[in-house]
């Protein structure tokens, strides 16, 4: 049998496209090697006749069945062979598919050349007693020192100094182990350790310098649990809650969520924390009290700390009414140094409208789901949700031993964890980029596209570090669907290298506004320049309006019926599944008007939906009845760059009705068939033109037209039979995609 009759059996009976999120993978077993091209569009990997393939429930089923497969069956999933204790208790591991990070922390001291007291020494790790260290780094960063002794008498201190003797960290205390955190690399440094009135001179049992991503915890502090790693920096942290010397946890709350972040991992104590061993500090800030309550005032003053103190990631399971000037202030100057700072939505099943700080303009802010992967039922909901976590009853290191909480509190280090890790994997990346990977490769769990109880979804761990890098352009505060308000600003976040080229913003496909991209964060107020609803595009382009990026917020279609069309009507499932994949939306007063005819507008929109098509590669209006000033003119614009849509006499006229032979026409190119030889003919009786006859012929040859002897090419197509045709030409629409 042929390549393409084989292609074509396949397609034939795989109906309809579906979301990433709904695909599992299978292994596919086939009888020869060269079998595997008649799978291509599904393929993930390959290891002989065995085949990984990503697919649907009905897609394998279908799969199951061809003649040259002779086994199918799950790939099972295999987890690290932990020995945490409490590691089966984890459920929400396996639930956002965490594994446990590859990255792991080095000692970038060893093997460097040291001078220990004026003798020369190159650091192996062992111990050593010194008071002076000066050690040559060269171009190595670090972002921590730590010294640890053999013993204790008293306070101690160390202090870390450049070459020219100015400070770069210094730490005092009484514990076994001082860290200093660095503010900034010198090729040399200087290291001096002093224990005064010490009877015996301490040892340095080790020496540490890394180079980690620091996660400031900013919560009610953390105790010095024995389950929690090395990376969790007790000596430098502070303490603005009851003022003591560190931020010694007395309401546990803080060194349960550090747990989730920070536990060891394969230690046989306990459970397993997200980061593992990767190269990531966790700084712990205490501003909430004995009894879990602390002041705006503090809570900023925690975040300055964390700022001022290198945190990449600022985790804020906190939350609570009432806006303030001070802590609104110093979230801002976080996220426009790029520094994520992520918040639970809080756990009073209530808008976030008067939420804080989940509501302040640049937050993260995180919603729970429990075990069915469902909104937790205490979580808080709103258009400031951006991404959602488990939290329902998770296990977490406790002020002693182990114990189980709710909240969103739970679900924000889950986030927290995962942008750190991201911000380690892709140094080069910046924040609007390592943000939209969280949000790319989110797992819709509740509606369909974004909504205000999940956000974009349910964060999953792999996916999102192992996704090609997303394009740095991304809404602060603007999610899709969300209505424009007037009086409002909206924060547009623009990576570094799009600064100087020119930016379009459409609203429905119509631009509203050029500018030109003078930082990485821009304020538009949007009622003023739109005054209206619906879809948001903002298109980068060069010199030349070649596109370089795009970011579109589509407003989600919500599953509704219609009231108009019932169940006995002849296209009344094709109608469904048209809603279900997001190309048909309906009409306002809850109708479908199925039997309306369909524009040339309307027929360009429900395609661009199909076919995902977002932006052309040059931003121009090629009909001088469509300028980009029109809605839809985005659409159109890429329709007929694609060749879909070529007019007449260099005109649109996209107010017209759509013939049933005009849509065989734009749907043959949109599915790249011009060029297909027809191999079967059927005896259309009423299709007289050539192009639509050659359109009609391979439409039905695929099985989207029907084999009447009369096609009706000239009668109007109606919105019915307009859904009718596109869900049977969805099963071809991933072939079309992998060309």
């Not at 260290?133 to 013993?151: C, N, Y």
């Not at 010397?245 to 803080?254: I, K, V």
């Not at 006499?649 to 026409?665: K, V």
Request: glycine share 8%; with cysteine.
């Amino acid at each position: 049998m042929s390549r393409w009759l084989w292609l074509s059996f396949i397609f034939l009976f795989i109906p309809q496209v579906v979301w990433a999120s709904e695909k599992e993978e299978w292994i596919v077993q086939v009888r020869h090697t060269s079998d595997v091209r008649h799978l291509q569009p599904y393929v993930v990997d390959t290891i002989g006749t065995f085949v990984k393939v990503a697919v649907t429930e009905e897609e394998r089923e279908n799969i199951s069945r061809l003649p040259f497969v002779l086994n199918m069956e799950k790939n099972d999933i295999k987890r690290a062979a932990v020995d945490d204790p409490l590691f089966s208790e984890q459920w929400s591991l396996a639930m956002i598919d965490w594994h446990i990070p590859s990255l792991t922390s080095i000692n970038r001291l060893i093997g460097k050349q040291m001078i220990v007291d004026g003798r020369e020494y190159v650091y192996d790790g062992e111990s050593f007693e010194g008071e002076h260290i000066v050690i040559a780094l060269g171009e190595e960063t670090l972002s921590r020192l730590s010294v640890t002794v053999d013993h204790i008498e008293g306070p101690w201190r160390i202090q870390v100094k450049d070459e020219t003797g100015a400070m770069l960290g210094e730490n005092e205390g009484e514990l076994s182990r001082l860290d200093v955190l660095i503010s900034r690399s010198s090729p040399t440094i200087h290291l001096y350790v002093t224990a005064p009135n010490w009877t015996t001179p301490p040892r340095i049992v080790e020496l540490k310098g890394v180079n980690h991503v620091i996660v400031a915890v900013v919560d009610s502090g953390v105790v010095q649990h024995e389950d929690l790693n090395d990376h969790v920096l007790y000596s430098v942290s502070v303490d603005y809650a009851e003022n003591k010397r560190y931020a010694d946890d007395t309401f546990g709350h803080g060194t349960h969520v550090t747990g989730i972040l920070a536990a060891s991992v394969n230690n046989g104590k306990g459970i397993a924390g997200l980061i593992g061993d990767a190269p990531i500090d966790i700084l712990p800030i205490k501003v909430l009290d004995r009894y879990g309550v602390g002041g705006d005032f503090e809570i900023a003053k925690g975040v300055k700390y964390a700022l001022d103190h290198g945190a990449s990631i600022i985790n804020l399971s906190l939350a609570g009414q009432g806006e303030t000037e001070v802590l609104k202030a110093v979230i801002e100057e976080a996220v426009k140094r790029g520094v994520h700072v992520v918040a639970a939505a809080g756990n009073s099943h209530m808008p976030t409208t008067n939420i804080y700080p989940a509501g302040y303009p640049g937050v993260i802010t995180v919603s729970a789901i429990d075990r069915k992967q469902m909104p937790l039922s205490i979580s808080n909901y709103g258009w400031d949700v951006e991404v959602s976590a488990p939290g329902d009853f998770l296990i977490s290191t406790y002020l002693s031993g182990y114990r189980t909480l709710r909240g969103t509190s739970m679900a924000a280090p889950h986030v927290s964890a995962l942008l750190a890790i991201l911000r380690a994997m892709y140094p080069e990346e910046d924040a609007i980029q390592l943000r939209k990977r969280v949000w790319k490769t989110a797992k819709d769990v509740y509606w369909r596209g974004y909504d205000m109880y999940t956000g974009y979804g349910m964060i999953q761990w792999q996916q999102a570090v192992t996704s090609p890098a997303p394009l740095g352009i991304d809404w602060i505060n603007l999610q899709p669907g969300q209505p424009i308000e007037e009086n409002r600003t909206y924060i547009l976040g623009l990576s570094s290298r799009f600064v100087g080229k020119q930016g379009h913003l459409f609203v429905n496909g119509k631009l509203v506004h050029s500018f030109n991209v003078a930082g990485e964060m821009m304020s538009f107020r949007l009622f003023d320049i739109a005054k209206q609803q619906g879809n948001v595009a903002v298109v980068i382009t060069d010199d030349q309006k070649r596109v370089i990026a795009y970011d579109v917020h589509s407003v989600p279609i919500r599953p509704t019926t219609f009231s108009d069309v019932k169940k006995t009507y002849w296209a009344y499932d094709a109608i469904m599944q048209a809603q279900q994949i997001q190309v048909i939306r309906g009409l306002p007063d809850g109708t479908f008007r199925p039997n309306d005819p369909v524009t040339r507008r309307q027929s360009v929109v429900m395609l661009s939906r199909l076919f995902r098509w977002e932006t052309p590669s040059i931003l121009q209006s090629s009909f001088v009845d469509v300028p980009l000033t029109s809605v839809d003119a985005l659409a159109v614009a890429t329709a007929a760059e694609k060749g879909i849509v070529k007019g007449n006499g260099g005109r649109a006229f996209l107010h017209e009705q759509l013939t049933r032979g005009q849509f065989a026409l734009l749907l043959m190119r949109a599915l790249q068939l011009e060029n297909e030889p027809v191999r079967s003919v059927y005896p259309f009786q009423d299709v007289k033109q050539q192009e639509v006859w050659k359109a009609v012929q391979l439409l039905a040859e695929r099985g989207l037209i029907a084999k009447h002897a009369f096609f009706r090419p000239n009668d109007p197509i109606t919105r019915a039979e307009m859904c009718a045709m596109l869900i049977r030409a969805s099963s071809l629409v991933r072939q079309y995609s992998t060309k």
